[in-house]
């Protein structure tokens, strides 16, 4: 085969494989069109240099801290609670032994 065939070849895959990923795309904006858009939008903001924007930390920061509060503070608080709870139920153990008569205590039955 001569260069000429097979670069015609490969243009034709790549025009074939570029048709499939437009009706890919055009299928999904249909299914999906929020995610899409939300997608599009992503790589306009990467694209357009707002990785390393004041906006994108702020934006990164205010993520952590929703983040911890949704889920490490439910965490934190579930533990304190257990913590109580197991130091509640040591005291009511501690008092109930306490007020069992020990050997020396206890009376003699005639």
Do not use: C, I
């Amino acid at each position: 085969m001569s260069r000429a065939t097979v670069a015609l070849d490969e243009a034709s895959a790549l025009k074939e494989r570029g048709q499939n990923l437009w009706h890919l795309a055009e299928r999904e904006m249909h299914d999906r069109p929020w995610r899409t858009s939300a997608l599009a939008l992503g790589a306009g903001y990467l694209l357009g240099g707002g990785l390393f924007s004041s906006l994108t930390a702020r934006l990164l920061a205010l993520g952590v801290r929703v983040g911890l509060r949704v889920g490490v503070a439910p965490l934190v608080a579930a533990g304190v609670s257990e913590w109580v709870g197991q130091s509640f139920e040591k005291t009511e153990d501690e008092d109930r032994h306490s007020s069992e008569p020990t050997p020396s205590r206890r009376r003699r039955s005639s």
